[in-house]
């Protein structure tokens, strides 16, 4: 979709009351996907991409992107529905549902918004398309944040998001889906409020035709069902070496089963700037709002002004060759190279 034809989307959806624009791009294929475009196009500051989790939308960055694009000096934040999910088309090849290829379509979402380099929030899969960025164009990163993923992913908590990823019952309303949320996250999110379990809710399941139906498509489970987690996913060390120029802060949830504290403090001596910070009462992945909100504000603000980045800055991103990525169902990929609302996982 060109630029007229994105113009002319906005038009149709207008500005939400919430603070954003629905834009609408072509990825290379054609296929449509969505993004939420919020703040002033034109500001400043190094703009926001950020990128959920597999089964995940642009709305669990809601409260982050008004934070970021409301504060006193507005920032631009682009939140992206991938291919199969929120409002983007889905793929009739779920083979498609694939890392390389989110890779390339947050690439070209970019450059339909006029976006060159930013800095990165990543959840879940988020964080490992965004090591692939950091593979294969550097320079489109300034810093990155990653929320509760690492280079390690523990079996475990991939055996849990395969266990409910398109097997979710349907809720007759969202007071049921809350109910269904917590049957079976209890043990993922124990310090979650009332108002934290309508937003995972809400993230789960969207309105369509007087229905409560998953936000993303469910052949996303033909990906996972690949999945061979009787023994551990290749680990992504060299992938997260890439990002060694760039300042990164890790959050992880205290009840975590996807980012063990092991991988975390591995990733602190790796990295020659790494930030982490512990989100109390939550596991895979913290929801973006109140403190753990309040965290990256202050780190991509500290980015900005110079002062988390003098230890990373003196690693200058070097594009090398394409980086080696074991495929495992879709959900870790071999990053292609080309120019150009769910459960939390």
Same mark, same amino acid.
């Given at each position: 979709?060109?630029?007229?034809?994105?113009?002319?989307?906005?038009?149709?959806?207008?500005?939400?009351?919430?603070?954003?624009?629905?834009?609408?791009?072509?990825?290379?294929?054609?296929?449509?996907?969505?993004?939420?475009?919020?703040?002033? /196009?034109?500001?400043?500051?190094? !703009?926001?991409?950020?990128?959920?989790?597999?089964?995940?939308?642009?709305?669990?960055?809601?409260?982050?992107? &008004?934070?970021?694009?409301?504060?006193?000096?507005?920032?631009?934040?682009?939140?992206?529905?991938?291919?199969?999910?929120? =409002?983007?088309?889905?793929?009739?090849?779920?083979?498609?549902?694939?890392?390389? %290829? #989110?890779?390339?379509?947050?690439?070209?979402?970019?450059?339909?918004?006029?976006?060159?380099?930013?800095?990165?929030?990543?959840?879940?899969?988020?964080?490992?398309?965004?090591? @692939?960025?950091?593979?294969?164009?550097? $320079?489109?990163?300034?810093?990155?944040?990653?929320?509760?993923?690492?280079?390690? %992913? #523990?079996?475990?908590?991939?055996?849990?998001?395969?266990?409910? /990823?398109?097997?979710?019952?349907?809720?007759?309303?969202?007071?049921?889906? /809350?109910?269904?949320?917590?049957?079976?996250?209890?043990?993922?999110?124990?310090?979650?409020?009332?108002?934290?379990?309508?937003? =995972?809710?809400?993230?789960?399941?969207?309105?369509?035709?007087?229905?409560?139906?998953?936000?993303?498509? !469910?052949?996303?489970?033909?990906?996972?069902?690949?999945?061979?987690?009787?023994?551990?996913? !290749?680990?992504?060390?060299?992938?997260?070496? @890439?990002?060694?120029?760039?300042?990164?802060?890790?959050?992880?949830?205290?009840?975590?089963?996807?980012?063990?504290?092991? $991988?975390?403090?591995?990733?602190?001596?790796?990295?020659?700037?790494?930030?982490?910070?512990? +989100?109390?009462?939550?596991?895979?992945?913290?929801?973006?709002?109140?403190?753990?909100?309040?965290?990256?504000?202050?780190?991509?603000?500290?980015?900005?002004?110079?002062?988390?980045?003098?230890?990373?800055?003196?690693?200058?991103?070097? !594009?090398?060759?394409?980086?080696?990525?074991? &495929?495992?169902?879709?959900?870790?990929? &071999?990053? +292609?190279? #080309?120019?150009?609302? $769910?459960?939390?996982?």
């Amino acid at each position: 979709m060109q630029e007229d034809n994105v113009a002319a989307a906005d038009m149709a959806n207008g500005r939400d009351d919430a603070g954003y624009r629905s834009r609408f791009v072509s990825a290379a294929d054609g296929l449509v996907l969505h993004l939420r475009d919020y703040g002033p /196009v034109d500001s400043a500051l190094t !703009p926001v991409v950020c990128l959920p989790g597999i089964a995940r939308t642009a709305y669990d960055f809601h409260d982050l992107a &008004r934070a970021l694009s409301g504060a006193e000096t507005p920032r631009r934040v682009l939140a992206l529905d991938y291919r199969g999910r929120g =409002l983007s088309q889905h793929d009739r090849n779920w083979r498609n549902y694939d890392i390389g %290829i #989110e890779m390339d379509d947050c690439l070209a979402a970019m450059t339909a918004m006029g976006v060159h380099q930013a800095n990165f929030v990543g959840t879940s899969r988020g964080g490992l398309v965004t090591m @692939a960025i950091a593979a294969a164009r550097p $320079t489109a990163i300034r810093a990155a944040v990653f929320n509760d993923i690492g280079p390690v %992913i #523990e079996p475990k908590g991939l055996m849990r998001i395969r266990g409910y /990823v398109g097997k979710l019952p349907v809720p007759r309303d969202f007071t049921q889906a /809350v109910e269904i949320m917590q049957t079976i996250s209890d043990k993922q999110f124990p310090g979650l409020d009332d108002e934290g379990w309508m937003k =995972l809710a809400r993230g789960t399941w969207q309105e369509k035709d007087g229905k409560l139906v998953p936000v993303y498509d !469910p052949a996303l489970l033909k990906g996972l069902a690949g999945l061979d987690l009787e023994k551990p996913l !290749p680990p992504l060390w060299t992938l997260f070496a @890439a990002l060694s120029h760039a300042p990164l802060l890790v959050l992880r949830g205290a009840h975590s089963d996807i980012l063990s504290n092991e $991988t975390l403090r591995e990733m602190e001596k790796r990295h020659p700037a790494c930030e982490t910070h512990s +989100v109390p009462g939550q596991g895979h992945a913290p929801l973006l709002d109140g403190e753990a909100a309040a965290r990256i504000v202050d780190f991509i603000a500290a980015v900005e002004r110079g002062g988390a980045q003098s230890e990373a800055e003196e690693t200058k991103p070097v !594009p090398g060759p394409e980086p080696s990525m074991p &495929r495992a169902g879709g959900f870790v990929a &071999r990053p +292609v190279l #080309e120019e150009d609302n $769910t459960i939390q996982s």
